[in-house]
């Protein structure tokens, strides 16, 4: 067994967390990272942070950067191949790190990294038999890939880790959230794309959702992505109360992008969403959201976030359809979160306020 190396976060000056030589194109695989990083920045708070990818551009550099921004320092391109030749070659020979943290599991990008100049590599490859540290035997261990990211940080810092769901986002966002949906009332999000379509719950039961929301006073908010671009026009035409806030001709001096989705979800009493990097982006705002499952695993991509209902396809019939997820559960459902969130909100203007001193 690989004797562990002490690390102690005040001389932890430079840490590279590598996540895979893929092409990163996934929103909610990166979203659902946001935990670790928060939980890695408040360890380490003047390191400097490198994320290392793969091939091309990646998402936190691209359209992820707000919700990076105070928790990535620097990007970096580093493909290393699968083979059995890759732990013969040294992927950053200029560089030294003080932790490296492997979150993929092929021992040969493992070896590879160990090749680079470290003070303690932590890696799950192998049940971390290449790593420096690992978590401890009582530690419980979970599918979950947020859960699983935190983890590595625990077996870095030698203790549990623990980091808030929510992403830190520059006001601007949530002031232009505010100019979006103003006012404290009922805001719904309603999210129906994914990026499978099989993940997706019909569409028609997502419109009458909606139009249940209206009836009983509330506000539609309908988050699209680009992939659902051929859905706007048939779902404003079918909703015209609600509010469509990538809508570019509606609001055309709004930002645009994950960073508004997740300012929006600040603001919302509940959002609705399927397995989707939309979900993640709610959750991630702090939005109280009901999460749709059915071809997916929701042990293993379930939003990470406190405040979560699941509905699964498979607890309404045989086989994993989205279609068996009946519309009266939803609607069920988002009453139960809007109720809690209102009994929160009204909670909070009840309570008392402590006079001032004069």
């Not at 030589?21 to 890695?40: M, R, V, Y």
């Not at 599991?105 to 890696?123: C, D, E, K, N, T």
């Not at 603001?267 to 959750?283: E, I, K």
């Not at 749709?292 to 309404?316: H, W």
Request: glycine share 8%; charged share 20%.
């Amino acid at each position: 067994m690989r004797a562990e190396r002490r690390l102690r976060p005040a001389r932890v000056r430079s840490v590279l967390v590598y996540v895979s030589s893929d092409a990163d194109n996934a929103l909610g695989e990166n979203i659902i990272k946001i935990p670790f990083l928060n939980g890695l920045r408040d360890a380490y708070p003047d390191a400097h942070i490198a994320w290392a990818g793969g091939i091309g551009p990646l998402l936190f550099e691209g359209p992820l950067r707000p919700l990076a921004e105070g928790l990535i320092d620097e990007c970096l391109n580093l493909e290393i191949s699968d083979r059995v030749t890759a732990p013969l070659r040294n992927p950053l020979p200029d560089r030294h790190f003080d932790l490296i943290i492997d979150t993929q599991h092929l021992p040969q990008r493992a070896l590879a990294l160990r090749r680079i100049s470290h003070g303690v590599l932590i890696s799950r490859a192998w049940c971390f038999a290449f790593s420096d540290r690992r978590p401890a035997p009582e530690h419980p261990r979970s599918p979950h890939l947020a859960t699983r990211l935190l983890d590595l940080l625990s077996a870095a810092l030698g203790r549990s880790a623990a980091a808030s769901h929510l992403a830190r986002l520059a006001p601007r966002w949530h002031a232009a959230a505010a100019e979006l949906l103003p006012g404290s009332g009922a805001y719904v999000g309603i999210a129906p794309g994914a990026g499978q379509r099989q993940k997706c719950w019909p569409l028609e039961r997502f419109v009458a959702l909606a139009r249940d929301q209206l009836a009983k006073g509330r506000v539609p908010v309908m988050l699209l992505g680009d992939a659902e671009a051929d859905w706007v026009a048939p779902l404003r035409a079918a909703l015209p109360k609600a509010v469509f806030p990538g809508h570019r001709a509606s609001f055309p001096n709004a930002p645009a992008g994950p960073a508004l989705t997740v300012a929006i979800a600040g603001r919302l009493a509940a959002g609705v969403a399927n397995c989707s990097g939309a979900g993640h982006m709610l959750a991630a705002g702090g939005a109280p959201l009901v999460s749709l499952f059915g071809p997916t695993s929701p042990a293993k991509f379930a939003p990470y976030t406190p405040d979560l209902r699941i509905l699964r396809a498979q607890s309404y019939g045989a086989g994993n359809a989205m279609e068996q997820i009946p519309l009266a559960a939803v609607i069920a459902a988002v009453d139960a979160t809007v109720s809690r969130w209102a009994y929160r909100l009204d909670s909070v203007s009840a309570a008392p306020v402590a006079a001032a001193s004069v």
